[in-house]
């Protein structure tokens, strides 16, 4: 088959690439560096041409509803345009377990992409998945000051972003299913102790303070909406697994930057 990946460098793309070269395909990254900007449409017309499969990772990282829903909206209309004119006959979607009813902040994005993508003239699967084990990294990256890092209450069921990267690749090649069952991690978490386990295992000397996210993002990570239901498929990597593994950037004594989450293309956002 030959894929195209939207979103190649992020943290799910990497592994959607990696994935599908060991499985044979052929694969078209679909990256600024290679001339492709998905917000603006700029180089799409005529690039999907002979793709069998489009598997869209783009992402943003912003905890702002109205940025959220500018990018997921852009890449999602300026991407379906280009497979229907193309000729492609598969759309295949990463989107996060639990957000019904949450269309807020980052959540709000997603949400306005399931929609295009279910309303879309091209045959379509979606994957809904929970939070990434990588979502640790973020939150140290962003909420941190000096030896402190700030962590909303979250009560998570994490998911390697490898095991993600290969189901994407498994339904692309499996063909239009609509809304696949959704995949979560092996164990129930939360957030707080995630950190607290990586700095400590990173040998960083930080205290994490856990706080109440306000708004419905906050509540609805609080609820533990976002773990999924009893019948999702269920990955093995564990957290305390991916930490020991290659996937896991450790977290230096130089990083913590104390700056508000950005707006970076094809990089995971608050759930990846």
Do not use: C
Request: overall charge neutral; charged content about 25%; hydrophobic content about 40%.
């Amino acid at each position: 088959m030959r894929i195209a990946v939207a979103g190649a460098t992020g943290n799910v793309g990497r592994h959607v690439i990696e994935s599908a070269t060991a499985r044979g395909h052929d694969i078209l990254s679909l990256t600024r560096r290679a001339g492709y900007d998905l917000e603006k449409g700029t180089g799409l017309a005529g690039a999907l041409d002979g793709v069998d499969a489009v598997i869209d990772v783009a992402n943003v990282v912003s905890t702002s509803t109205r940025r959220s829903r500018e990018f997921f909206t852009a890449v999602t209309t300026h991407l379906l345009a280009a497979e229907r004119d193309a000729g492609a006959r598969h759309h295949v979607t990463l989107s996060i377990v639990g957000i019904d009813g949450v269309d807020a902040a980052y959540y709000a994005g997603k949400l306005a992409q399931e929609r295009l993508v279910e309303q879309g003239t091209v045959p379509f699967t979606l994957l809904r998945a929970t939070q990434l084990h990588e979502f640790a990294e973020q939150v140290v990256h962003n909420t941190s000051a000096g030896r402190f890092t700030l962590v909303p209450k979250g009560l998570v069921r994490p998911v390697a972003a490898r095991e993600v990267g290969a189901r994407l690749v498994e339904l692309a090649e499996a063909g239009p299913a609509g809304r696949a069952g959704d995949l979560t991690g092996p164990r129930e978490e939360r957030l707080a102790d995630l950190v607290r386990r990586m700095v400590a295992f990173d040998g960083v000397r930080r205290s994490v303070i856990e706080f109440p996210l306000p708004g419905k993002f906050g509540r609805a990570m609080r609820s533990g909406q976002l773990r999924g239901d009893a019948d999702a498929d269920r990955g093995t990597i564990d957290f305390d697994a991916w930490l020991r593994s290659p996937d896991h950037t450790r977290t230096g004594a130089g990083e913590g930057r104390g700056t508000a989450t950005s707006d970076r293309p094809d990089r995971e956002g608050p759930a990846g």
